[in-house]
């Protein structure tokens, strides 16, 4: 929200998400590492300690293998991409709009790391489709460098990206990694003309809602258009408090949160997709109301300061909390639908 008259209020979100790795040490290698039976045979009655210097072990001696045919692409990479991700950490990341960008992007390699023993494992087959994927990417990175354009550049990472699994590969390897690579398109900003125009219709529902709860809960409230009158606040809720940015990002770590937990049942996975919808709305209501509140209660100061800034951390916990509500209730229903079904044959 950001303040009109005598107090604003703008929140930065403070997204935080969870993950587990899997395994993969008996999975062949194109570094040639060898893993001994036993630790194929009991891979957890080794200790914490032991099991870490065997992975720090394993890192090392597959750097060591794939260092002399990888530095290239390692080298170029750093040379096309360093001046952009430095434009972006020092402009277009640090702010509301394109804060998630980080998050997402590293959320993204990490799914490639955990993948990549899989992708290891493939005979290697070169695909001559990497070639024309990656001259697209240059020249989309060309025009948005030079251009300006903050969506061709991210978007080029994408693709030189997918260029090189392509080219070092194979086409099998970008199979096995599609998640991560569908991931980073959340972190891609879409035209300023599409948002501007969902932003203002859901901006207009959160602000409705939020005048709705503290009227019942008695509050001296009213509104007119996106702005809440409260007491003798005057709120303007901004693009950041129910803005499609912030259902985009929870919508990523949604299916994040799916590609984790591997749920077998369609019925939850696709149920849950299409909730995440109607959560993030919720949470964007409950972050507006405990703004207002914060405001009415202890003015304008606190409506600015710490409490301002923890209002983004209360939207993704609550959407987390959401989600992980949700997604309890689908599997009892899922449980319950087969039960159903086993009674039934």
Not at 37 to 61: C, M, N, V
Not at 123 to 140: D, F, I, R
Request: aromatic share 10%; hydrophobic share 50%.
């Amino acid at each position: 929200m950001a303040g009109q008259g005598r107090s604003g209020v703008a929140v930065p979100a403070s997204p935080g998400s969870r993950g587990h790795g899997h395994g993969g040490a008996g999975a062949p290698t194109r570094g040639g590492m060898a893993h001994d039976g036993a630790e194929k045979a009991h891979p957890r009655s080794r200790r914490p300690g032991e099991r870490t210097s065997s992975l720090l072990a394993s890192w090392r001696t597959t750097m060591r293998h794939a260092w002399p045919e990888w530095w290239p692409v390692w080298l170029g990479l750093a040379v096309l991409f360093l001046p952009t991700f430095f434009s972006l950490f020092t402009g277009a990341w640090i702010g509301e709009e394109q804060g998630h960008g980080p998050m997402i992007f590293g959320l993204a390699l990490w799914l490639i790391y955990r993948k990549w023993p899989q992708v290891r494992s493939l005979e290697p087959a070169s695909s001559a489709a990497g070639w024309p994927v990656l001259v697209l990417g240059l020249m989309l990175h060309l025009l948005g460098r030079t251009q300006h354009i903050l969506m061709f550049e991210i978007g080029a990472i994408l693709l030189v990206l997918a260029a090189v699994v392509l080219v070092k590969c194979g086409a099998r390897a970008l199979r096995v990694l599609w998640f991560p690579f569908f991931f980073m398109l959340f972190m891609v900003p879409l035209p300023s003309e599409f948002v501007a125009a969902v932003t203002m219709p859901m901006k207009m529902a959160v602000s409705w809602a939020t005048e709705q709860i503290l009227f019942v809960a008695g509050y001296p409230i009213g509104r007119s258009g996106v702005i809440l009158q409260v007491g003798q606040y005057q709120l303007l809720v901004a693009d950041a408090c129910a803005g499609l940015q912030t259902l985009l990002t929870l919508e990523a770590l949604g299916l994040f949160y799916l590609n984790l937990m591997r749920h077998p049942s369609a019925f939850r996975n696709v149920g849950l997709a299409l909730l995440i919808v109607p959560i993030s709305f919720s949470a964007n209501v409950i972050r507006v109301v405990v703004l207002t509140l914060i405001t009415y209660h202890y003015g304008d100061a606190a409506g600015q300061g710490f409490l301002h800034g923890f209002a983004g951390m209360v939207l993704f916990l609550t959407a987390l909390a959401l989600i992980l509500a949700v997604d309890s209730s689908l599997q009892w229903a899922a449980r319950r639908r087969q039960a159903r079904g086993g009674e039934g044959t």
